[in-house]
């Protein structure tokens, strides 16, 4: 689709990930919701997801002429997803914007989605603007599920070779390219499930004002 159709506005938390999730949202929608209009460069939330930061938030967003839809993701900094999804939903949906919304929990954060693809990751170089840089390395592993654990961060870090640490900063991105989806998908983790379904719910709720995910609770 082109921009006549309208983009999907994003907002994401970290700058590390402002790179990322494009790659990342776009294959996606390849793969679970095709008729999504393209989604617009991310931009990144400050302050939390305070009631006055989500309406701040969505004036910007608002004032966008070609706003189709908007999708909202941060990380739950320990929260349990269950409860803070559904609550920063309900804080989008007061706002009562003219196109469906959806936050999404990543839980416990971001790079979760890298413990989950852990093999295809190990013993790749990650390129970058001054050249390959040692990434993971090779016959890194995981065990266990890779749902819920704090310290992810750490965990890739010491997953790199002596004096390399993990930057979320300049690694997020090509970490991101390198991820295979599928194997994603097989390690059952939530948040990156309720990211496809949230993009499901974007594409088929195109055109319905306030048409909110996840829905209230109760509802």
Not at 28 to 51: C, E, K
Request: charged share 20%.
């Amino acid at each position: 689709m082109t921009d006549a159709a309208g983009r999907v506005y994003v907002f994401v938390e970290g700058h590390g990930e402002i790179e990322a999730i494009s790659n990342l949202l776009n294959r996606l929608t390849q793969d679970v919701a095709p008729s999504l209009p393209p989604f617009a460069p991310p931009s990144r939330i400050t302050g939390g997801t305070h009631p006055d930061k989500i309406a701040a938030l969505t004036q910007r967003v608002r004032k966008a002429a070609d706003a189709r839809a908007l999708l909202v993701i941060h990380d739950s900094d320990g929260a349990c997803p269950a409860r803070t999804g559904p609550t920063l939903a309900e804080r989008l949906a007061r706002e009562t914007l003219q196109f469906p919304v959806a936050a999404v929990i990543a839980h416990p954060e971001y790079e979760s989605l890298f413990l989950a693809s852990l093999p295809t990751l190990a013993g790749r170089p990650l390129p970058g603007p001054g050249g390959d840089r040692p990434g993971i390395v090779d016959g890194a592993s995981w065990e266990g599920p890779v749902d819920g654990r704090r310290g992810v961060k750490e965990q890739l870090s010491a997953r790199m070779p002596p004096g390399r640490i993990y930057k979320p900063s300049i690694d997020q991105r090509p970490l991101t390219r390198l991820v295979d989806l599928a194997l994603v998908r097989r390690s059952g983790l939530a948040w990156f499930e309720t990211l496809e379904r949230a993009l499901r719910f974007l594409a088929e709720h195109q055109g319905i004002a306030a048409a909110t995910y996840p829905p209230a609770r109760g509802a």
